[in-house]
């Protein structure tokens, strides 16, 4: 059994039926056409009017609230002047909640520029939305490098349907629904039509993108919507999100009987320990790719070469960041290999062995998360029944958890939840996106390696079975990046900053597919922010490219090793 058919047994674990992770469905995919149709490029057009869209705007179940000229250079993102547009903000569906009694509401915010491409982006935002952040539309990688606004498209932003970045909101099952999915297909025909106002024409092409939770709006927009949108850049997915979270709250249970100070998770597998760790992996891993510079490309390669047990110094007396105890040995390579229940169930993937262990980024999501984000998600928006909020103890919740309690409960359905979470946050059917391929549409996804709460294994192995269910090559419409080294969406010991955006368009309009991204390290001085994970003996300059799956970045030999120039995918 592959990785991503075990998807399909943790959700009859679960007591759901995920049917589009069977092979059988798969199978049953339809042939494509072997020439897929080439959309046609945007043409832009001009904002003759900002102030009058507050009454010109109107859409069923629509509230225009406000409506703003933003000059010129009032807004920068990456360093980057913004040209100037409208800024549109209102709300969809208001609403009282029958279960919490709180008001709801989808609130957005559309930014219009003067000068538009034709183009509109929808900006998938991540963690558990709540807050209607600036519509400038990130293009990808860490460190705003650019925008989908500065380039000139209209960029919408939402929060997702309810109105804190708080998970109180799982009382209600509609706010569940629209943050699972609904919002998305709520409020994309509304902006739509917003713009066909604004403009006196509907965007000629629509795109979606995120990172996070972000990415996974997005899968669940390529499998939902797909008739809605032409391009989909997906970053770091968590696109089976209750079932990472529940795998992090086993994390930290391990974690919490490996500390060496009792309450202290990170005590479990501290800094020093984390550096030895990344460094034995470097040891046997950096140099696979024909170049030891920090950065393991091959990460499949490095999965067979890199041995815990063997590679790592066993402690025979006091622990001092140049060991691992047995029992550290035994809990963590266990998490590696993918947390299991108490009933030995596996909970979601695996994780590969990389070089960016040892980061705060890394540590913040295994060691702080499970007490906070994840109980709180887990508990609240996709348990049945969800939890009280009044009494609700994160860090009791996950060190306490039965692991098959917690599964049983985010594939539940009872009373007014008719909805698991197994089936609201998922998308349906993954790997059946015929949908998107016949019609022209194209999927760009990217994942970092070192990510410590979406796994780029479980990435990896839902590609795998798209080329699967593709003849074997899903090419001609996906295609999927792996970052090494990269934390969460940003930071790490990385090249982490991308365009990914004109890459896609250019594969949507014009039929340049990505064979690789070019990406480069945020060092010091850097508009976007440095990335201070950026080893001191790596230049500021340095970049790489990054290669399309299952092709990895190698050394040709000779040149300097800073510069992508002396990389080919291979």
Same mark, same amino acid.
């Given at each position: 059994?592959?990785?991503?058919?075990?998807?399909?047994?943790?959700?009859?674990?679960?007591?759901?039926?995920?049917?589009?992770? =069977?092979?059988?469905?798969?199978?049953?995919?339809?042939?494509?056409?072997?020439?897929?149709?080439?959309?046609?490029?945007?043409?832009?057009?001009?904002? =003759?009017?900002?102030?009058?869209?507050?009454?010109?705007?109107?859409?069923?179940?629509?509230? !225009?609230?406000?409506?703003?000229?933003?000059?010129?250079? +009032?807004?920068?993102?990456?360093?980057?002047?913004?040209?100037? %547009?409208?800024?549109?903000?209102?709300?969809?569906?208001?609403?009282?909640?029958?279960?919490?009694?709180?008001?709801?509401?989808?609130?957005?915010?559309?930014?219009?520029?003067?000068?538009?491409?034709?183009?509109?982006?929808?900006?998938?935002?991540?963690?558990?939305?709540? =807050?209607?952040?600036?519509?400038?539309?990130?293009?990808?990688?860490?460190?705003?490098?650019?925008?989908?606004?500065?380039?000139?498209?209209?960029?919408?932003?939402?929060?997702?349907? %309810?109105?804190?970045?708080?998970?109180?909101?799982?009382?209600?099952?509609?706010?569940?629904?629209?943050? &699972?999915?609904?919002?998305?297909?709520?409020?994309?025909?509304?902006?739509?039509?917003?713009?066909?106002?604004?403009?006196?024409?509907?965007? *000629?092409?629509?795109?979606?993108?995120?990172?996070?939770?972000? &990415?996974?709006?997005?899968?669940?927009?390529?499998?939902?919507? +797909?008739?809605?949108?032409?391009?989909?850049?997906?970053? *770091?997915?968590?696109?089976?999100?209750?079932?990472?979270?529940?795998?992090?709250?086993?994390?930290?249970?391990?974690?919490?009987?490996?500390?060496?100070?009792?309450?202290?998770?990170?005590?479990?597998?501290?800094?020093?320990?984390?550096?030895?760790?990344?460094?034995?992996?470097?040891?046997?891993?950096?140099?696979?790719?024909?170049?030891?510079?920090?950065?393991?490309?091959?990460?499949?390669?490095?999965?067979?070469?890199?041995?815990?047990?063997?590679?790592?110094?066993?402690?025979?007396?006091?622990?001092?960041?140049?060991?691992?105890?047995?029992?550290?040995? =035994?809990? !963590?390579?266990?998490?590696?290999?993918?947390?299991?229940?108490?009933? &030995?169930?596996?909970?979601?993937?695996?994780?590969?062995?990389?070089?960016?262990?040892?980061?705060?980024?890394?540590?913040?999501?295994?060691?702080?998360?499970?007490?906070?984000?994840?109980?709180?998600?887990?508990?609240? !928006?996709?348990?049945?029944?969800?939890?009280?909020?009044?009494?609700?103890?994160?860090?009791?919740?996950?060190?306490?958890?039965?692991?098959?309690?917690?599964?049983?409960?985010?594939?539940?359905?009872?009373?007014?939840?008719?909805?698991?979470?197994?089936?609201?946050?998922?998308?349906?059917?993954?790997?059946?996106? +015929?949908?998107?391929?016949?019609?022209?549409?194209?999927?760009?996804?990217? %994942?970092?390696?070192?990510?410590? !709460?979406?796994?780029?294994?479980?990435?990896?192995?839902?590609?795998?079975?798209?080329?699967?269910?593709?003849?074997? *090559?899903?090419?001609?419409?996906?295609?999927?990046?792996?970052?090494?080294?990269?934390? %969460?969406?940003?930071?790490?010991?990385?090249?982490?900053?991308?365009?990914?955006?004109?890459?896609?368009?250019?594969?949507?309009?014009?039929?340049?597919?990505?064979?690789?991204?070019?990406?480069?390290?945020?060092?010091?001085?850097?508009?976007?922010?440095?990335?201070?994970?950026?080893?001191?003996?790596?230049?500021?300059?340095?970049?790489?490219?990054?290669?399309?799956?299952?092709?990895?970045?190698?050394?040709?030999?000779?040149?300097?090793?800073?510069?992508?120039?002396?990389?080919?995918?291979?």
């Amino acid at each position: 059994m592959n990785r991503y058919s075990s998807f399909s047994t943790l959700a009859a674990l679960a007591g759901v039926a995920l049917a589009g992770c =069977s092979t059988s469905h798969d199978a049953a995919q339809p042939a494509a056409p072997a020439q897929l149709p080439q959309l046609t490029q945007a043409t832009g057009a001009t904002l =003759s009017a900002c102030a009058d869209l507050a009454t010109r705007i109107a859409y069923p179940d629509t509230t !225009i609230t406000a409506v703003n000229s933003i000059a010129a250079g +009032a807004l920068a993102v990456g360093g980057k002047p913004v040209p100037a %547009h409208c800024q549109v903000l209102g709300q969809m569906f208001r609403r009282t909640g029958p279960v919490d009694g709180k008001a709801y509401a989808i609130g957005f915010e559309l930014r219009l520029p003067v000068d538009w491409n034709g183009r509109f982006f929808y900006q998938a935002n991540g963690g558990v939305d709540g =807050s209607v952040v600036a519509a400038t539309g990130p293009v990808g990688g860490g460190g705003p490098l650019d925008s989908a606004l500065r380039q000139g498209f209209a960029v919408l932003s939402s929060d997702a349907g %309810h109105g804190t970045p708080t998970p109180d909101f799982g009382l209600d099952p509609q706010a569940r629904l629209d943050y &699972g999915y609904q919002a998305v297909g709520k409020l994309t025909p509304m902006a739509k039509a917003a713009i066909k106002t604004a403009y006196g024409k509907a965007p *000629d092409r629509s795109y979606i993108g995120g990172c996070s939770n972000g &990415g996974r709006h997005t899968m669940v927009a390529a499998a939902r919507y +797909a008739d809605q949108y032409d391009g989909f850049l997906v970053g *770091d997915p968590g696109f089976r999100l209750p079932l990472a979270a529940i795998a992090n709250i086993a994390g930290a249970k391990t974690y919490a009987a490996l500390a060496s100070t009792p309450g202290d998770l990170g005590s479990g597998f501290t800094p020093a320990e984390r550096r030895l760790v990344s460094n034995a992996v470097l040891a046997k891993c950096d140099a696979l790719d024909g170049a030891a510079d920090g950065l393991v490309q091959d990460t499949t390669a490095c999965q067979a070469a890199f041995d815990l047990a063997r590679d790592v110094p066993t402690c025979g007396g006091a622990r001092d960041g140049t060991c691992l105890t047995a029992a550290q040995k =035994s809990g !963590i390579a266990g998490l590696f290999a993918g947390a299991r229940t108490e009933s &030995g169930a596996k909970i979601y993937a695996s994780f590969p062995w990389d070089a960016g262990l040892a980061p705060d980024g890394w540590a913040g999501w295994k060691f702080g998360s499970p007490t906070t984000r994840d109980a709180g998600a887990v508990g609240l !928006i996709w348990s049945v029944p969800p939890e009280n909020p009044a009494t609700f103890d994160g860090a009791s919740y996950a060190l306490n958890a039965n692991l098959d309690t917690l599964l049983a409960r985010v594939g539940a359905t009872k009373g007014v939840y008719t909805e698991s979470a197994l089936s609201f946050m998922l998308p349906p059917h993954p790997t059946d996106l +015929a949908q998107l391929k016949n019609r022209g549409a194209k999927m760009l996804v990217y %994942h970092g390696t070192s990510d410590p !709460i979406f796994s780029s294994d479980d990435t990896t192995a839902w590609y795998d079975a798209l080329r699967a269910a593709n003849g074997g *090559d899903a090419a001609n419409f996906a295609r999927f990046f792996r970052v090494p080294g990269m934390n %969460h969406c940003a930071g790490g010991p990385a090249t982490d900053q991308f365009d990914a955006l004109t890459p896609l368009v250019d594969w949507v309009e014009k039929g340049q597919a990505p064979d690789q991204l070019l990406a480069a390290a945020r060092g010091a001085g850097n508009a976007g922010g440095a990335n201070a994970d950026v080893p001191a003996s790596w230049s500021a300059a340095r970049t790489r490219p990054l290669c399309a799956y299952p092709k990895v970045a190698r050394y040709k030999g000779s040149g300097d090793v800073e510069q992508a120039s002396n990389f080919t995918c291979q």
